[in-house]
Every structure is written in structure tokens, then in C-alpha cells.
């Protein structure tokens, strides 16, 4: 059947086609079954929708990318035939049994998703099906090569290859910023990918995008790395592991991130970029997504165990996490916070104290000694801000950047203690709650800063923290948050009489 093509301006994160019920009842579709498109040689399989009202019958509508991929205008005749389902289906339903899944089993899954030949339904039943019955080592290690396989993959010209990731769920873990630059300016090769904020206060693409490009091409991630040594680009636009990008969009509502699916979509994009030497920073502690030493220890076996597998030698770092590390959190706030220590601002010690750890580890991996006082000599010495600076350039930024140039949102309130006493405890989610709703990370000068951590004394009156924001009514929405939230708790020093 040959319908004419009207573009609809709605996407729905599939390739969407939308059908007349009259036309559906011709072809014997039904809602949520495929169908096969082509026009003037492109040819693309679309989940169907059906309405009776928005496309008249001899009409077909192509939703977001479906046009897209087809190339075709309004009022091009497409070719429509019926299609069946794609075969991960049935392999979806035996992990969903809690089967164990051969080697092409899983590439087939993970070619459908990157093609996105799965409906949203059948990928929320993938990643549901990960959750409930997990995967085995095998497994795990070839769902990773699976995704690896899927996208792009970078190899430099010499190495080694230096990288370190963390698992989230410490706000304010802004390491990122000082650890490429000190590996750098040693002469490593580092070229970081990381994420957009999901549901955390600001991804490190985020922090890094007030003041650099971080939408990077694979070449120019190849060519600033081994020009400069280190790159902070976004993984979003590199095309590494795309089939990793539509599963986080599937777990994302469902607040899940299965154990098997974490491990393979760290360790896919590390494996595209040819890591040879990797650190995986796993924040532990209440308010984190891994909450005891025997969870963190677990990770840690499962990472250095796949590292083995795909030929990356992994060290892992337990790090705490039951409080935001350093005192800024939000984009701007974040990178004024981390380029002031690259001019050599004392604090947060705990940024320091994280950051000289990672890279000591980093370059005892490489067989260097005393890593540790060699990156506090690189930091020190201004060797690491000139070398950022490097990159900032590199990737379109202001040659020269200080930390003056980062601009915050120009209204800010804060955040009084009602009684005198100690912070007894900081609820990381209620912080990024309140950062959030501020304008963080969309947008880049919002957040908050905290005056106050874990164990430090409080008079009454004195400021717990400080809320930034670039309009005035969502400073006044997240002040409203934070007095009903009360993030930071302060108690006296008799708990219980």
C-alpha cells in the first residue's frame, strides 16, 4: 500500500508511524505493530499508532525521526507493508524467564536497540528484565563488546590511554576538572567522556559546557587529546555505545539501573576509546546509589573482573559519599569551585584530598611511584591550570579562562538555621532536589553552596546554605523546598533523653 507522508512534529524516542484505523483494518495492523517503509531506496521499520482524527485514510504520519531517516516531504507516496516483530523479543522474554542468553542472542538485542527496532514497551521490559534476573560475568561481557560493536571507536596513535569514571550519586563530585588536567600536563592521554546530568544537580558535561564546547566530533576528540593530552567532551555526541544512551531513557522513569547494565555501559564507552589504565570511583554512603562497604566491595570485584575481560586494567576507589563533595553544587557554581583550586585556592580539602588520590592511583597503575605527591606537585605548581586552560581553548573556549569569568545566577537566597548545634547529617537527595528546582542543570548559574557539613557547629541565625538561581520565581520554588526538606539537619549534642 502506498500512503502519502505528512510530517508530525512529535517524538516519541521511536521510529513512529501514524495510521488511519481504516488503513490499519487494510493491512491488518494493530497498535504497536510494525510496519515496513520505503522511499526512493530508504527503508526503515516503524512501530505503528493508529488514530482516526490526526491522519486521514491515505495518509501516513512520520513522527520525529522517521521522516528523517525516509528523506522524504510531504505528500511523498511511501511504500507501507506489514512487518513482524524483531527477534530480541523472544530473547527479551527468556531473560525475562531468567534464562541465560548466548553471545548473539545479546548482540541481536543490542543491534535492535541501537537501531530502535524496539518499542518503548519492549525496552522497559529489557531493562526490567536485567533488574529482576541480572546477568553473569560472560553475559555482561558481551552485552559491553555488544555495545562497543554498535558505535563508534577511537584508537590514538600511541598510548597508554588514561580514564576514570564514577558511578554517581555524591552531588558536587567535580573531580573530573582537575584530574584530566594534572594527567595531562604529566603527559598521559585522557580522553574523558562523561554524561548530562540525568537526575542529579549536573552531570560533568554539564559543568564543563559553562565554559567549553563539549559536543565533540570523534576526530576532534582524537586530535585535541593527542595534541593537548586531555579532552572533557560529552559521550552524548561521539556516537560511543549508542545503544547505552536509549537504555538509560528506558530506565530513567522507572528509577532502575540494573547491576549488569551499569557495569556494560561504564565499561563500553572506556573499551571505545581504547582505555588501557582505568580508576572507577564508587561513592558509598547513605543518599548514594551503593550503600555499604559489602555493595561497594561487590562493584569493585564485578569491574576489575570485566576489565580482565575486555583487557582494561581496573583499580577501584571506595570513596564517601554520605555528603556532597566539596560545598558547590550546579553547573557554574561547580566550576568556579574546581578552577579555584586550579589557581590555588586551599579548599575543599575534600575535593583536593579526592582528586590527588584518583590520579596517584592513575599513575601508579602506569608504573610511575608516589603517584600521589607527583600529582600534588603538578597541582601545586600551576602546571595543571595552565594545562586546562589548554583545553578550554582547545575545545572553543576563552583562552585563559580564571575562575572569574564563570558568571552564577544573579539571585540568590539564603538558608538560616533555626536552632544552634552540629549538622548531624546532609540528605544528598534532598540538596539536589532543592538544586533542581532552582534551574539546575538546564540552567547553568543555578544551584547551592553549603556553608555548613557533616559535624560542623551552628548557631542559630547563621547560614546553612545559599541558593543561586537565574529567575527569581524558581529561587523562591526552591526556597520553599528547602524549608520543607530541611537537607541539612543539625542536632544537639544530647540525641536522646
Known sequence: MKLKARYIDVDTGEVTALLHDFDCAELGLREKDRVKLSFKGKVTVAIVTTSDTVVKKGEIGLLGSTQQILESKNGDLVEVTASSKPESVEFIK????????????????????????????????YVTSLYINGMNMR??????????????????????????????????????????????????????????????????????????????????????????????????????????????????????????????SVMAKKKAVGANYLVIDIPMGEGTKVKTMDEAKAYARDFIQLGEELDIRVECAITYGGQPLGRAIG????????????????????VIEKTLSICGMLFEMGGEY??????????????????FQEIVEAQGGK??????????????????????????????????????????PKDKGAGLVLNKKGGNKVDRGETLF????????????????????EPVKIQGMILAR
Open 94 to 125: 527468556k531473560k525475562m524467564n531468567g534464562q541465560e542468553l548466548s553471545t548473539e542472542e545479546i548482540a541481536i538485542i543490542i543491534a535492535d536497540i541501537s537501531s530502535r527496532a524496539l518499542s518503548n514497551i519492549e525496552l522497559s521490559a
Open 139 to 264: 553475559e555482561t561481557a558481551d552485552l559491553t563488546k555488544a555495545m562497543v560493536a554498535g558505535g563508534e571507536t577511537i584508537s590514538f596513535s600511541n598510548g597508554p590511554i588514561y580514564d576514570h569514571h564514577s558511578i554517581g550519586g555524591c552531588p558536587g563530585n567535580k573531580i573530573t576538572l582537575l584530574v584530566v588536567p594534572i594527567m595531562a600536563a604529566a603527559g598521559c592521554k585522557m580522553p574523558k567522556t562523561s554524561s548530562r546530568a540525568i537526575s542529579s544537580a549536573a552531570g560533568t558535561s554539564d559543568i564543563v559546557e559553562t565554559f567549553a564546547n563539549v559536543a565533540l566530533t570523534p576526530t576532534q576528540l582524537k586530535e585535541i587529546t593527542e595534541r593537548v593530552g586531555g579532552v572533557l567532551a560529552w559521550g552524548g555526541s561521539l556516537n560511543l555505545a549508542p545503544a547505552d544512551d536509549l537504555i538509560i531513557k528506558a530506565e530513567y522513569p522507572l528509577g532502575i539501573d540494573p547491576h549488569a547494565q551499569l557495569l556494560a
Open 331 to 350: 553547573p557554574a557554581l561547580e566550576s568556579i569551585e574546581a578552577l579555584s583550586i586550579l589557581e590555588g585556592a586551599k579548599g575543599p580539602n575534600s
Open 370 to 387: 608516589q603517584g600521589q605527591e607527583k600529582a600534588r606537585q603538578i597541582l601545586e605548581s600551576g602546571k595543571a591550570l595552565k594545562k
Open 399 to 440: 583562552p585563559g579562562i580564571t575562575s572569574q569569568d564563570i558568571k552564577v545566577g544573579q539571585y540568590s537566597v539564603d538558608v538560616i538555621a533555626k536552632q544552634s548545634g552540629y549538622v548531624g547529617q546532609i540528605m544528598n537527595k534532598s540538596l539536589v532536589r532543592v538544586a533542581r528546582t532552582a534551574g539546575s
Open 466 to 485: 545559599t541558593i543561586y538561581s537565574e529567575h527569581e520565581w524558581k529561587l523562591q520554588e526552591a526556597l520553599k523546598l528547602a524549608i520543607r526538606l
